[in-house]
């Protein structure tokens, strides 16, 4: 049952003492996140696996990118596990490595060594280590601003991958025009762009998060319909349109705290994923809140983590047969962490 499962995991939690740290990331589910040590968004959960020198074994709630990153910044004795191996990420996903050379090979031709590539934490190993490799950086979306300015003062163009939106959003409110940026298609290696081409500064990855886009402009028209005296906030993985329609928007922890601080009273739409705005709706019983789309928009992957495959990771490592563990090639870890270092320095 729930009940006995909840209870081997404190039993193995007690057990393992400082042994053991579980990171778990806002998307995580409610049965999850009561164990988490530390609850966070992609940079904090970073950021703390880099401090935490302790634990032999982390057990990450989150998915499988959050745990190469883990990998990376923690040391050699650490062994970090994903207790669902499936619990990737679609957007992740949307930029390989021979794309991405290909797609290099090719900006090279057409603007030479003008180009700094940045790459959304949301991203392979493989793809950290590439731009690492060539003098650019890793950028989250709490980040994103501080990061993309950074490139600038590196070179005259960014390549940003691989999510489009946060891109592209991030470009807009540090006053690029849109015609200033291209789109680059992976699958038909070829770049997207309206005005010419002398003019572009910023190279968006065709990729996108299939959760935050999900939320779109007839959301907002209802919400906006329905309930006008509503706030709408969005994270910068929806569209363009959404986050110009919407009143505010932020990453994953700028959203939380824009609640916390809210009067009471007030209400508001929220647009991200599922278990974080549900979680968000039961600590403000004072607000009214909803998920701007009325569906929900729950991550597929992240929910692949569970109470039954926690548990069994926590058993596995108890019993000496540790499964599922991430661990990042030494060639690609030393280049991917200049890419996080470069952020971390300055995040
Ligand atoms: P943040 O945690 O940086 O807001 O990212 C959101 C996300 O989609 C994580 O997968
Ligand atoms: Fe990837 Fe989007 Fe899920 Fe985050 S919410 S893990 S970006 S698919």
Redesign the pocket.
């Known amino acids: 049952s729930k009940e006995e499962m909840e209870q081997r995991v404190r039993k193995i939690k007690a057990d393992l003492g400082t042994k053991l740290f579980i990171p778990g ?3 995580q589910k409610d049965e999850v996140i009561q164990f988490a040590d530390a609850v ?6 970073a950021q703390i696996s880099a401090k935490n020198k302790a634990a032999e074994y982390i057990v990450f709630c ?2 499988h ?2 745990a190469e990153t883990a990998d990376i910044l923690t040391t050699d004795e650490q062994t970090v596990i994903l207790p669902d191996m499936r619990a990737g ?1 679609s ?1 992740a996903d949307m930029a390989d490595i021979h794309q991405t050379e290909r797609a290099w090979g090719k900006l090279q031709q057409l603007f030479g060594n003008t180009i700094i590539p940045l790459t959304y ?2 991203s392979t190993a493989s793809i950290k280590a590439f731009v690492g490799r060539h003098g650019g950086a890793t950028v ?3 980040n994103a601003h501080k990061m993309v300015e950074w490139g600038f003062t590196q070179k005259e163009r960014i390549l940003f991958l691989p999510d489009q939106h946060l891109g592209r959003n991030t470009a807009c409110d540090l006053g690029v025009g849109l015609d200033e940026m291209a789109v680059w298609d992976p699958h038909k290696d070829e770049l997207i762009f309206d005005g010419s081409i002398e003019k572009i500064k910023v190279i968006l990855w065709k990729g996108h ?1 299939s ?2 886009e999900n939320f779109t402009v007839e959301n907002i028209k209802e919400v906006r319909e329905q309930y006008p005296e509503m706030k709408i906030i969005v ?1 910068p ?1 929806c569209r363009r349109e959404v986050v110009e329609l919407s009143d505010d928007n932020g ?5 939380i705290e824009a609640i916390q601080k809210a009067e009471p009273g007030t209400s508001w739409a929220i647009g ?2 599922m278990n974080l705005v549900k979680r968000i709706i039961h600590d403000h019983p004072d607000k009214k809140i909803i998920s701007l789309n009325q569906n929900m928009c729950p ?1 597929l992957t ?1 929910n692949r983590i569970d109470l039954p495959h926690l548990l069994w990771s926590l058993e596995n490592i108890v019993e000496g047969k540790e499964n599922n563990i991430i661990k990042v090639d030494a060639e690609t870890s030393k280049y991917s962490i200049l890419a996080l270092e470069r952020m971390l320095e300055r995040a």
Request: with cysteine; hydrophobic share 30%.
């Open positions: 990331h806002h998307y966070g968004d992609s940079l904090q959960l989150g998915v990118f959050m990420c957007m934490v949301n989250t979306s709490s998060c959760v935050h994270h993985e990453s994953t922890k700028y959203i991200t994923e991550c992240m």
